[in-house]
C-alpha cells in the first residue's frame, strides 16, 4: 500500500495538467499513488493523459466543481497521507521527501503545509508580510485568510473522517472553509521550505472568478459559529472576523449600487453582534 494518495483536480487545462503530473512523477519519494481527476474536461484532457497509463488512475466525472473532484479524489485514495496538487501548480521534486519525513517526526501534527514560490503572469513576486506562514494553532490566521495552499498540504486520512471532506456548495474559498474546521481541533506544521511553485494571472484561475469572495468566507464562519462547536476564545475571534468581512462586503456592494446585496449583510452583522 502506497504511504501518500496524490490527488490533482483538473478541468480544460489540458498542458498545464501534464506539467502538474511531471512534477508528481520526479519526486524523490517514491512510495506514493497518483490520482487524477478530470471533472468534466472538453478539452481532450483525457487523450493527453493517456501517454501516463501505469503511473496514474485517470478518473472523469460530469463537471461538479473542484470540491467534488477532491473529494471523489479521497474517497478513491487508499493511503494514510493525502495530497493535493492543483493542475496549474508544480512541486519541487523533494516535496513529498521532505515533507513525508517531517510528518514522520512530528507525529504530533496530523497535517502540515509547506512555503512556495510565487509566479504571477510570468514573473516571481514576493509575497507580503501578511502572508508569514506559522506553525501551531492557527485558526485566528486562518479567520482572516487563506494562508495555506491547498497544493502544500499533507493530511493523515482520518482528519477529513472527524472534519468532513471540501464543502460542495461552495465554488471558491473551499480551501479556505476546510482549514477552518481542521485548524479549530487541530495545530498545523509549516515547512519552512519553498517546496511548490504556486502560478496565477491566467484568465481561469477560480479565485478571480467573484468580486467579493468574502461572501463565501462569511457562509463558511457562520458555518462554525452555528455548529456551536468552537470554544469560547474560538467563538469571540470568529464572531469579530465575520463582522468585519461582512462590513468590507456592504461598502463594496454599496460603493456597485447593490443595495439588496448590502442590506443582507447588515443583517448579519446586527444578528452577530446582537448575539456577541
Known amino acids: ?3 501518500v494518495s496524490v490527488i490533482i483536480p483538473t478541468y480544460n487545462r489540458t498542458d498545464l495538467v501534464c506539467n502538474a503530473v511531471d512534477s508528481v512523477l520526479a519526486q524523490t519519494f517514491s512510495n506514493y499513488e497518483l490520482i487524477v481527476v478530470d471533472d468534466g474536461s472538453t478539452d481532450g484532457t483525457e487523450k493527453k493523459l493517456r ?11 460530469n463537471n461538479r466543481g473542484v470540491s467534488s473532484a477532491r473529494n471523489r479524489g479521497i474517497r478513491e485514495s487508499s493511503s494514510e497521507y493525502i495530497c493535493f496538487l492543483d493542475s496549474d501548480d508544480l512541486w519541487k521534486k523533494r516535496k513529498l521527501e521532505i515533507q513525508f519525513d517531517e510528518m514522520k517526526k512530528n507525529p504530533e501534527f496530523h497535517i502540515s503545509y ?8 510570468g514573473l516571481r513576486v514576493n ?11 492557527l485558526f485566528e490566521k486562518s479567520l482572516e485568510m487563506c494562508i495555506i495552499s491547498a497544493s ?4 493523515k486520512r482520518e482528519i477529513f473522517d472527524k472534519v468532513g471532506y471540501f464543502d460542495e456548495n461552495l465554488e471558491v474559498c473551499e480551501d479556505y472553509d476546510l482549514w477552518l474546521r481542521i485548524s479549530k481541533d487541530y495545530p498545523v506544521h509549516f515547512i519552512d521550505k519553498p517546496l511548490i511553485i504556486k502560478y496565477g494571472g491566467h484568465k481561469d484561475q477560480l479565485s478571480h472568478k467573484y468580486w467579493g469572495n468574502d461572501r463565501f468566507r462569511v457562509y463558511s464562519i457562520e458555518k462554525l459559529l452555528k455548529n456551536e462547536s468552537l470554544e469560547p476564545r474560538q467563538k469571540n475571534l470568529a464572531v469579530k472576523e465575520l463582522i468585519r468581512k461582512c ?17 443582507y449583510y447588515l443583517k448579519i452583522i446586527k444578528k452577530w453582534k446582537y448575539n456577541e
Do not use: C
Request: aromatic content about 12%; glycine content about 6%; overall charge positive.
Open 1 to 3: 500500500m502506497p504511504d
Open 51 to 61: 501517454k501516463y497509463s501505469g503511473k496514474l488512475k485517470y478518473i472523469y466525472q
Open 114 to 121: 509547506t512555503d512556495e514560490i510565487w509566479i504571477r503572469n
Open 127 to 137: 509575497p507580503r508580510k501578511k502572508h508569514k506562514k506559522f506553525s501551531g494553532d
Open 152 to 155: 502544500s498540504v499533507m493530511i
Open 247 to 263: 462590513e468590507i462586503l456592504v461598502n463594496g456592494f454599496k460603493k456597485r449600487k447593490k443595495y439588496k446585496e448590502a442590506e
